[in-house]
Nanobody, 124 residues
Framework: QVQLVESGGGSVQAGGSLRLSCAAS????????MGWFRQTPGKERERVAI???????RHADSVKGRFTISKDNAKNIVSLQMNSLQPEDTAMYYC??????????????????WGQGTQVTVSS
């Protein structure tokens, strides 16, 4: 059974940076599609970035040029480097995984496994 453990959230001022990490364990096979989603109270969950087992990535338009998803295949860790953070980036961030990337899924409804979430707060 796949398990995901996130780390790296916190509070930062606008313009600052944070790096989120998600460690995956408990699976075998060629790889997973892994991604980061975020949600704030009263709003729909949105996909921030995903990375497929072959390294293909997708980033939301709202974070392009500021956030970068990457993966260490040897350690099964997916990271999200977040630069130039803005108050609107404030949210609970969740790591998620599924067997293969469904690029049309922008809300994460097809993802099988989720981490516990890590809070990111950006103050102005």
């Amino acid at each position: 059974q796949v398990q995901l453990v996130e780390s790296g959230g916190g509070s930062v001022q606008a313009g600052g940076s944070l790096r989120l990490s998600c460690a995956a364990s408990g699976y075998t096979g060629s790889g997973l599609c892994m991604g980061w989603f975020r949600q704030t109270p009263g709003k729909e969950r949105e996909r921030v970035a995903i990375i497929d087992s072959d390294g293909t990535t997708r980033h939301a338009d709202s974070v392009k040029g500021r956030f970068t998803i990457s993966k260490d295949n040897a350690k099964n860790i997916v990271s999200l480097q977040m630069n130039s953070l803005q108050p609107e980036d404030t949210a609970m961030y969740y790591c998620a995984a599924r067997a293969w990337c469904l690029y049309s899924d922008l809300r994460g409804t097809s993802y099988d496994v989720w981490g516990q979430g890590t809070q990111v707060t950006v103050s102005s």
